[in-house]
T-cell receptor, first 114, second 114 residues
Framework: KAGVTQTPRYLIKTRGQQVTLSCSPISGHRSVSWYQQTPGQGLQFLFEYFSETQRNKGNFPGRFSGRQFSNSRSEMNVSTLELGDSALYLC?????????????FGSGTRLTVV | DQQVKQNSPSLSVQEGRISILNCDYTNSMFDYFLWYKKYPAEGPTFLISISSIKDKNEDGRFTVFLNKSAKHLSLHIVPSQPGDSAVYFCAARDHQTGANNLFFGTGTRLTVIP
């Protein structure tokens, strides 16, 4: 079966712009989580969506937002981009919405803010 | 503040020998611990997990040990193979918050030398 698909793979944006990243989970997976990976911080939790509802949110500013559609696809938006937002953004899906069963991650979107 | 720490950024091991990757944590409310493996340009892949009520879980060449009193867990890979060369992330879930997000360490890059 198809894995978690993230688009685009690479993105270059200018400081102050906004960006939208997309994630299509594995078919049947209703939980979608987003993580930011930076070299010094590892993976940091952004938010989780389950059945179109944001169920949990990490400690990130309000410039980071997301949503989930009825087909479980999710988008993440970052407004007023800052240089520090440059990172690999990973989306992960999970069938039961319980992380003890592990996530399936996508390959990520590499965002560079210049 | 990093609740999950991987203090060794890198580890090199000869093929056929044992690889031991270490992880320390500070939050005594973590109830599940997971290990993920990440190859370049790919998302992390779930490897193995352990409940906080156990002290060992084994899956083929991979064994995870948990020492709750020391707040320490380790992943043993025996025997190590060149294909095991990747970045390994330790992760944990805080059951007390009722949330399903994971706290990740910063990763250890394992290189298995043929």
């Amino acid at each position: 079966k198809a894995g978690v698909t993230q688009t685009p793979r690479y993105l270059i944006k200018t400081r102050g712009q906004q960006v939208t990243l997309s994630c299509s989970p594995i078919s049947g997976h209703r939980s979608v989580s987003w993580y930011q990976q930076t070299p010094g911080q590892g993976l940091q939790f952004l938010f989780e969506y389950f059945s179109e509802t944001q169920r949990n949110k990490g400690n990130f500013p309000g410039r980071f937002s997301g949503r989930q559609f009825s087909n479980s696809r999710s988008e993440m938006n970052v407004s007023t981009l800052e240089l520090g937002d440059s990172a690999l953004y990973l989306c992960a899906s999970n069938q039961r919405g319980d992380t003890v069963y592990g996530y399936t991650f996508g390959s990520g979107t590499r965002l560079t803010v210049v | 503040d990093q609740q999950v720490k991987q203090n060794s950024p890198s580890l090199s091991v000869q093929e056929g020998r044992i690889s031991i990757l270490n992880c320390d944590y500070t939050n005594s409310m973590f109830d599940y611990f997971l290990w993920y493996k990440k190859y370049p340009a790919e998302g992390p892949t779930f490897l193995i997990s352990i409940s906080s009520i156990k002290d060992k879980n084994e899956d083929g060449r991979f064994t995870v040990f948990l020492n709750k009193s020391a707040k320490h867990l380790s992943l043993h890979i025996v025997p190590s193979q060149p294909g095991d060369s990747a970045v390994y992330f330790c992760a944990a879930r805080d059951h007390q918050t009722g949330a399903n997000n994971l706290f990740f360490g910063t990763g250890t890059r394992l290189t298995v030398i043929p």
